[in-house]
């Protein structure tokens, strides 16, 4: 298995063949981690719950990664950012859920989306999304830290999909260059 390309094992992963999901996870698990990680604002047990999240989209999923598109890891991390915004709003509408079946007993558990933005401000991708214009901003977070979709955010806004998607990849391609710039 070391010696297939991530793309082939992801082939033998759609076809359910265990041995090819186990390489994957072990060449990619420190990278998803580490995302999930800094999604969750530190919380290990949480990290720990949407890692196997992922995995198992990946062993249940009938999309597949297609290389024409971009590479591997890139399709790897939409996956997991994915499971990552439906994990929070499925913790969202669970802890409201409680909050109105027991109102004698008041819960004081912090909006996870608080978290996730408050621990973002001190990253280096907060630095480095600090240097977009503000309909960039607006629109990764949009995207990335609220879940809308880009035909969503082109109501929202008001402008063509087609605008969104620009905007998107001029944003994506600015991050990507404070980025590298920073050492990440």
Not at 72 to 91: A, E
Not at 120 to 146: F, G
Not at 148 to 164: D, Q
Request: glycine fraction near 4%.
């Amino acid at each position: 298995m070391k010696e297939k390309l991530d793309k082939e094992l992801m082939a033998l992963v759609m076809k359910k063949h265990r041995p090819a999901l186990e390489e994957l996870y072990d060449r990619h698990i420190k990278l998803i981690y580490g995302f999930i990680f800094k999604f969750t604002n530190g919380n290990a047990e949480k990290t720990k719950e949407i890692v196997q999240l992922v995995f198992l989209k990946l062993w249940t999923t009938k999309s597949s990664y297609n290389s024409e598109k971009g590479h591997f890891v890139s399709w790897l991390l939409t996956v997991t950012r994915n499971v990552c915004v439906d994990y929070v709003r499925k913790d969202s509408v669970h802890i409201r859920n409680n909050k109105h079946m027991d109102m004698s007993h008041p819960i004081d558990i912090e909006d996870p989306n608080n978290d996730i933005e408050n621990g973002l401000l001190h990253s280096e991708i907060a630095n480095a999304k600090s240097k977009l214009s503000k309909p960039q901003k607006r629109l990764i977070d949009l995207l990335y830290w609220k879940g809308y979709s880009l035909t969503e955010i082109a109501k929202i806004e008001n402008e063509p999909i087609g605008t969104i998607k620009s905007r998107l990849h001029q944003s994506l391609k600015l991050l990507k260059k404070h980025l590298e710039v920073g050492g990440l």
